[in-house]
Structure formats: structure tokens, C-alpha cells
Nanobody, 123 residues
Framework: QLQLVESGGGLVQPGGSLRLSCAAS????????IGWFRQAPGKEREGVSC????????YYADSVKGRFTISRDNAKNTVYLQMNSLKPEDTAVYYC????????????????WGQGTQVTVSS
């Protein structure tokens, strides 16, 4: 059974950091582009970042550029999202998703999704 599981969310103060993990089971992440998306209450889901399968190219939404870093550890079949300098507007449920093609920041293009992990940035 193909499955993605996110972890690492939680409550953090503004300016703090979190590292989200996206672990795959039932398939090998090496061959997939992995995207991170988020959805805040009352808002549409938006693309945050993506890492390609071929050359490890990375892509970021303007709102997180310079603060978030996506990486992959193929040996652990896991993709990470390091989030620094967190802001209250980063509060959302974060999802990882797998796409058997090049990176795109369009959620409907993705084949497999995790269940999401809540990130809350508040003092």
C-alpha cells in the first residue's frame, strides 16, 4: 500500500523553527517529485515547496523563500521541510504529496498525499 506520512508539526513561537518529515512506504521516493502544500482555515491549499526526483532541483513559493528549505534523504525514503523564522501566517495544515513527473506547484497534479500535520505559529 502506497502511503505518505507527515510528522514534525506543532506549536511554535514566531521566529522559531520546525522540521517537517514526509516518510514514504510502499514505494520509493527516488522516482517522484515531492511537494509540500499547506492549507490555512478558510483558505485554499497552496504550494509551498517542491523537490524534483531527477536532479534535486528545488522550488519555493515567494512567501517562504529564504526561510524554508526542502531536502530529501533517499536512503531513508524521506523528504524534509526545514522551516525557520516562522510567522503567524505560516499557520496551516501541511501536506506532502508525490508526483511521478517534474515539480509543479499545482495540487491537482499530485498522485499521492499524506494526511497532513498541523503547524501553529503563535505567541
Amino acid at each position: 500500500q502506497l502511503q505518505l506520512v507527515e510528522s514534525g508539526g506543532g506549536l511554535v513561537q514566531p521566529g522559531g523553527s520546525l522540521r517537517l518529515s514526509c516518510a514514504a512506504s510502499g514505494f520509493t521516493l527516488d522516482y517522484y517529485a515531492i511537494g509540500w502544500f499547506r492549507q490555512a482555515p478558510g483558505k485554499e491549499r497552496e504550494g509551498v515547496s517542491c523537490i524534483s526526483s531527477s536532479d534535486g532541483s528545488t522550488y519555493y513559493a515567494d512567501s517562504v523563500k529564504g526561510r524554508f528549505t526542502i531536502s530529501r534523504d533517499n536512503a531513508k525514503n524521506t523528504v524534509y521541510l526545514q522551516m525557520n523564522s516562522l510567522k503567524p501566517e505560516d499557520t496551516a495544515v501541511y501536506y506532502c504529496a508525490a508526483l511521478g513527473a517534474m515539480c509543479v506547484m499545482i495540487d491537482t497534479a499530485y498522485d499521492y498525499w499524506g494526511q497532513g500535520t498541523q503547524v501553529t505559529v503563535s505567541s
